[in-house]
């Protein structure tokens, strides 16, 4: 009996350290955002609202599912919660507060070109790709944060390291400071053929840019040094979107529903 209990206890200890080591990064091809005390947050296909998961706990909440209707990336800052969301065909990113009531809705129908991409500032300015080859930066004013390019498909936008990183497909990929200056950019690495779909941060500043295979049904991710924008690895290929950062810093393919078993029922998309 004793021996039993001390097996299972052990056990018990084993599947906790386990979700402790691992990081989600991206779940179901979305990437996913870092909130405050270790809390991770994301959204999925075909429901409203966001998923706020403690890691620690498998305990979760959905924010917003009221006020959101098709949203897609996540940033938090400053207790509050930015999420890009489309509406009536009008693009726009959302702002949550920390439990999820609707703080203001900033309307982009005019401003960007690229729905769902965006970035937050430490200083609370949003940064967008506008339809004129800029980036963007919306705070009390508009300003043009960067000169861009457009790439062969819809470039990519996430906040990093105090900054905007920003992905032109087929032509580089460029880390910018807070003033919009170019902190690295390097070549586009991969073949034209190549889908980029995603971009995601963890919490070591790390950038992880995510790949729909050249084979049907597989996913890989590239990890870049956030200092100098070099390749240092990349993950094997994996039959699902799911993948977490393990405590060296690989990239390691999941399941989702190592994640989304604790989860109640979806709510569904109008």
């Known amino acids: 009996m004793i021996r039993s209990a001390y097996i299972f206890a052990c056990l018990l200890f084993v599947a906790c350290s386990t979700q402790r080591t691992r990081e989600l990064v991206y779940f179901e091809g979305r990437a996913v955002a870092l909130g405050p005390d270790s809390l991770l947050a994301f959204s999925m296909g075909g429901m409203t609202g966001i998923v706020v998961l403690n890691p620690e706990t498998g305990a979760t909440r959905i924010l917003g599912a009221d006020e959101l209707v098709s949203p897609v990336h996540v940033q938090y800052l400053d207790d509050r919660w930015y999420v890009s969301d489309v509406a009536a065909g009008i693009p726009a990113v959302a702002v949550l507060t920390g439990d999820g009531a609707l703080d203001r ?3 982009l129908e005019r401003l960007s070109s690229l729905p769902h991409q965006f970035g937050v500032l ?3 300015r949003v940064v967008v790709q506008s339809g004129d080859n ?6 009390s004013d508009t300003t043009t944060f960067a000169l861009t390019e457009v ?3 819809p470039s990519l936008i996430v906040a990093a390291g105090g900054g905007i990183f920003h992905a032109v497909p ?15 950019r390097t070549e586009w690495p991969w073949r034209e053929s190549a889908f980029v779909s995603d971009v995601a941060v963890d919490r ?3 950038l992880h840019v995510l790949l729909d295979g050249e084979e049907e049904d597989t996913f890989v ?3 870049f040094v956030p200092e100098t924008g070099e390749i240092d690895r990349w993950s094997v290929p994996g039959p699902y979107a799911t993948f977490v950062v393990n405590v060296f810093g690989a990239v390691l393919p999941d399941s989702a529903d190592n994640w989304v078993e604790v989860l109640p029922n979806r709510p569904s998309a109008p």
């Open 204 to 206: 070591q500043g790390r």
């Open 122 to 124: 430490p200083d609370g």
């Open 134 to 139: 800029r980036l963007i930066a919306l705070g």
């Open 170 to 184: 087929d032509f580089h990929l460029t880390l910018y400071n807070g003033l919009g200056h170019i902190r690295w």
């Open 151 to 153: 790439g062969s498909r």
């Open 105 to 107: 809705r900033i309307d």
């Open 221 to 223: 991710v590239f990890s």
